[in-house]
């Protein structure tokens, strides 16, 4: 009835009698509809954003395209933009969403705002094994690359947290809110006394990677024992998350050619080690010029003022301070590996 008042107002010819009144009808709010997408006005986004719609919308929303109602703003409209209408409102919307950040980065206590990511590339970074990290065998078996940066020129690094054994919810509401991207390399060991935890992390985007099931140095067991702590775990998070993990970092960055072996067959595409370690008073460096990289790993562990000083908001401010400092933003790593 929405469309026809408004075909009324518009002077289209409307009837509701017959069978030949429904077919002008019909034609009428057709017509009306078509009009609506071509000018790019009245769309149901903006109608629920009181009439306003492509940047106006996207401000009040998350910044990626949709409104506060969580519904995509221009629709079929926004399909028939000029590149460079595109392109300005999604700049409009990167504005909005690091000005957002920044007031997010004042609550939370950081030196200065996170920098924006750039976009993820179209086709992923091609990855191997760095060199002196090879097993025999490496790649006339095909094992999984063993890495501690990802190929790339941009400025970007990725976070990385391990195990599992402190669960703060702080940490989540901090990440979420500053949208800073991270992955998760769980141990089961640690996990299972609150796997709800990690589920809402998992729920704000955060991908769960396989860290085994018991945490046991590798090299130290028999290939059967190594497949059951690496499989196991891939199963045991299929069963609660919903998803056999591509990617896989042996504890203590130890391995040997059984524990590749093992965690190919397991379904593991990938181990990423890592190029620093983030602590709440400290930064340590794989490197020997003790600074970053593009496309480095930065490791980090879940732990609480009972390891280490301080809590995990205040480990990433201390990362956050020194990736930003230096130049860098944080990516997420599943869009490159």
Not at 81 to 97: G, I, N, S, T
Not at 111 to 116: F, I, Y
Not at 153 to 159: A, G
Request: contains cysteine; proline residues 7%; positive net charge.
């Amino acid at each position: 009835m929405r469309l026809v008042r408004q075909a009324e107002e518009r002077g289209l010819p409307v009837h509701n009698s017959g069978a030949g009144g429904r077919r002008r009808g019909i034609m009428g709010i057709a017509v009306l509809v078509l009009a609506a997408i071509a000018s790019g006005c009245a769309t149901p986004a903006q109608q629920e954003t009181g009439g306003r719609g492509g940047a106006a919308a996207v401000k009040e929303g998350n910044g990626q395209g949709e409104n506060r109602t969580g519904r995509t703003v221009d629709g079929a409209a926004g399909a028939l933009l000029p590149p460079a209408e595109k392109a300005r409102r999604a700049r409009e919307a990167a504005e909005a969403q690091q000005a957002a950040r920044a007031v997010a980065a004042k609550r939370w206590g950081l030196v200065r705002t996170p920098l924006a990511a750039p976009a993820p590339p179209a086709v992923k970074p091609r990855i191997g094994t760095r060199k002196g990290f090879e097993v025999d065998g490496q790649v006339s078996e095909s094992l999984p690359p063993v890495f501690t940066t990802v190929p790339v020129k941009e400025r970007v690094v990725f976070l990385t947290i391990d195990d599992g054994a402190e669960k703060d919810p702080e940490l989540i509401r901090m990440m979420d809110e500053l949208k800073i991207p991270y992955s998760a390399f769980l141990a089961d060991y640690v996990v299972k006394e609150d796997y709800g935890y990690f589920k809402k992390m998992q729920d704000k985007g955060v991908a769960l990677h396989n860290h085994t099931l018991n945490h046991r140095y590798l090299p130290g067991l028999s290939y059967r024992q190594q497949k059951k702590e690496i499989c196991g775990q891939q199963t045991n998070l299929e069963r609660r998350y919903g998803t056999r993990p591509p990617l896989f970092r042996p504890p203590f960055g130890n391995y040997n050619k059984d524990t590749l072996r093992a965690a190919k067959t397991c379904g593991v595409k990938a181990v990423p080690l890592w190029a620093a370690e983030a602590f709440p008073d400290r930064m340590e460096w794989r490197e020997w010029d003790k600074d970053l990289h593009p496309g480095d790993i930065v490791l980090t562990h879940f732990r609480g003022p009972g390891d280490w000083k301080g809590s995990m908001p205040d480990m990433i401010r201390r990362v956050m301070k020194t990736i930003t400092a230096k130049g860098y933003a944080v990516a997420k790593l599943e869009d490159y590996v």
